[in-house]
């Protein structure tokens, strides 16, 4: 009846409660790259909410912008109405997106922009095929799912949505093969595949776009995990100057507190799909573009400017690669390590020396398949390094920092990774 966070009592009898039901760890609290626990031990957040805090977590400028939102009483949400706050934030995302994407539909996950972006595609061309690539994720609604060719994911969901289909990842032939064969709406792709941090030769993405406008589809880029200065540039896109028909934004556009996303259009594609109908008729979401969420969009891009946090994640990202391509060559089992500014994968290999071969036979209580899984991140938690595991196979250890990283937290990754392998090898 009386809750009340800021009480001493209460916040202990919650953490009680979480840790009876199972929840061992239980984090307290939070700022910049790292959480505390309750007993104020810190862990160092390479995970960043699955990359939603690019900001670093409680930025000061985020917390006074939700708490001004509600001391001003704003009116939030008068659907018919233009808002004032979803219009600034739709400038800020016309201005720093390549100059052609001058429409923006605001909703609320990154699948209901990828939804919506296929959606517009399909308004917009009045064609019915999409292509997505081999390893994408785009998100786990209906038509998201049918996109997502990754994993299990579409397994005993019925057929999808038809007209879908899988191109070879990297495959110029293979997506002109398709194209070809006329009636495509549009190819979407991750400009990086957050599932194992792949990226494509040089000239895949220009080319694959060439394509697209030669056959008239629509190249739709999926920047919901590589957006926002992720990669080390505002948009991914940019490390291969592409100018995609349809962009998706979501998971750090909020800053991580309230869901926020959008998908950005040329203003034709736009039109040609409200002209068809009623404005509401045709495309709607009651949350869409509400005040709070807006406010936090126009927040979150302010301090990625202003703290040059884009410039800092490619420095990182920079540090990081070399760091671990040092690693490498002291652990055999490093098969790879592939680094996008601050998205980072390490793909995890069989041993080769006959050393290493017996020191893996006294691990192995474990599947060999499951050695990021079961070991790394499990240890990585006990430095106190939050990572996660990706990949088809599950064989990539993952870190998306938040961009703020500095030196001292690159220096604590490396070196917990590195006491990792050599303890669980030794
Ligand atoms: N697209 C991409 C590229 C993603 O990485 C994700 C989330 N991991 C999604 C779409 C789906 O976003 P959400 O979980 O917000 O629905």
């Known amino acids: 009846e009386n809750y009340d966070l800021h009480d001493q009592h209460v916040n202990s009898t919650l953490v009680k409660v979480l840790r009876t ?4 760890k239980v984090y307290a609290s939070a700022k910049g790259s790292y959480l505390y626990d309750a007993e104020g031990q810190d862990y160092l957040d390479f995970l960043s909410g699955y990359g939603v805090f690019n900001i670093g977590r409680n930025h000061p400028l985020l917390a006074k912008t939700i708490k001004d939102v509600l ?34 539909f605001f909703c609320n996950s990154g699948a209901e922009a990828v939804e919506g972006a296929l959606k517009f595609a399909l308004g917009a061309t009045g064609r019915n095929r999409i292509l ?13 799912l049918s996109v997502t060719n990754n994993g299990n994911f579409q397994e005993g969901f019925g057929k999808l949505l038809p007209g879908v289909e899988q191109v ?6 293979d997506l002109e093969d398709k194209l070809r064969q006329g009636d495509v709406a549009a190819f979407i792709a991750e400009p990086v595949q957050g599932k194992g941090v792949y990226f494509p030769a040089d ?17 739709i880029m999926d920047e919901v995990q590589t957006g926002l200065g992720r990669t080390g ?20 556009l909020s800053g991580g507190y309230v869901p926020a996303a959008a998908f950005l259009t040329r203003r034709d594609i736009h039109q040609r799909v409200f002209s068809r109908l009623d404005r509401c008729v045709v495309h709607s979401t009651t949350f869409g573009r509400n005040n709070l969420a807006m406010a936090c969009g126009l927040a979150t891009i302010h301090v990625l400017q202003h703290e040059k946090l884009v410039e800092n994640a490619a420095w990182a990202g920079q540090i990081i690669e070399q760091k671990l391509l ?23 290999g069989e041993p080769r020396s006959m050393k290493m071969k017996l020191a893996w036979k006294g691990i192995h209580a474990v599947d060999k398949g499951l050695f990021p899984q079961m070991i790394v991140t499990p240890m990585m938690n006990k430095h106190r390094v939050l990572t996660h595991v990706a990949g088809h196979n599950l064989d990539i250890v993952k870190a998306l920092p938040p961009l703020v990283i500095g030196e001292t937290e690159i220096h604590r990754f490396i070196s917990s990774l590195d006491d990792v392998l050599q303890d669980c090898t030794r």
Not at 133 to 142: F, I, M, V
Not at 326 to 348: Q, S, W, Y
Request: aromatic share 8%; with cysteine.
């Open 71 to 104: 001391d001003l009483d704003m009116s939030n949400m008068v659907q018919m109405d233009c808002a004032l706050l979803s219009g600034l934030l739709a400038e800020k995302l016309v201005e720093i997106t390549p100059p052609h994407l001058d429409a923006v």
């Open 203 to 219: 000239d895949y993405f220009p080319q694959a776009q060439a394509l697209c406008r030669r056959y008239g589809a629509l190249f």
């Open 21 to 24: 039901i199972g929840f061992d």
């Open 326 to 348: 040092e690693l490498k060559a002291n652990h055999e089992l490093i098969k790879d390590v592939r680094v996008k500014g601050c998205m980072v994968a390490i793909e995890f």
């Open 132 to 144: 997505s690539l081999s390893g994408a994720y785009h998100g786990l609604t209906l038509g998201a």
């Open 168 to 173: 070879i990842y990297g495959d110029l032939n």
């Open 233 to 252: 540039k505002m948009w991914a896109l940019e490390h291969w100057n592409l100018e995609p028909d349809i962009l998706t934004v979501a998971k750090a």
